[in-house]
Nanobody
Framework: VQLQASGGGLVQTGGSLRLSCTASRRTSSNNGMGWFRQAPGKEREFVAAISWRGASALYSESVKGRFTVSRDNSKDTVYLQMNSLKPEDTAVYYC?????????????????WGQGTLVTVSS
């Protein structure tokens, strides 16, 4: 499975971006998917995850209420709508496919990763 993430860019504080991640084949429709991010000099951290049918979602405390994860299985695509962006949201954002139908916040439970897309929030 190959994952192609897109939608990153430069935005001002308080702005919005929507990231997309498309899988190369339909294996992801039976699996949860997640978003992680990695800021310069920091560990990769969990951002959000969505179950295989999109019925349940999980968010990190730092993005809860500002970010929304969704998916369209007919397009093999998962989205991350990011609102009220802050400079501390600046990072490379990665999408990933979970081994399980219900994705969690642990990196070890994901077995396919995209190449990342850079989000920069200016103050």
């Amino acid at each position: 499975v190959q994952l192609q993430a897109s939608g990153g860019g430069l935005v001002q504080t308080g702005g919005s971006l929507r990231l997309s991640c498309t899988a190369s084949r339909r294996t992801s429709s039976n699996n949860g998917m997640g978003w992680f991010r990695q800021a310069p000099g920091k560990e990769r951290e969990f951002v959000a995850a969505i179950s295989w049918r999109g019925a349940s979602a999980l968010y990190s405390e730092s993005v809860k209420g500002r970010f929304t994860v969704s998916r369209d299985n007919s397009k093999d695509t998962v989205y991350l709508q990011m609102n009220s962006l802050k400079p501390e949201d600046t990072a490379v954002y990665y999408c990933a496919v979970s081994r399980f139908p219900y994705a969690g916040d642990s990196r070890s439970t994901y077995n396919y990763w995209g190449q990342g897309t850079l989000v920069t929030v200016s103050s």
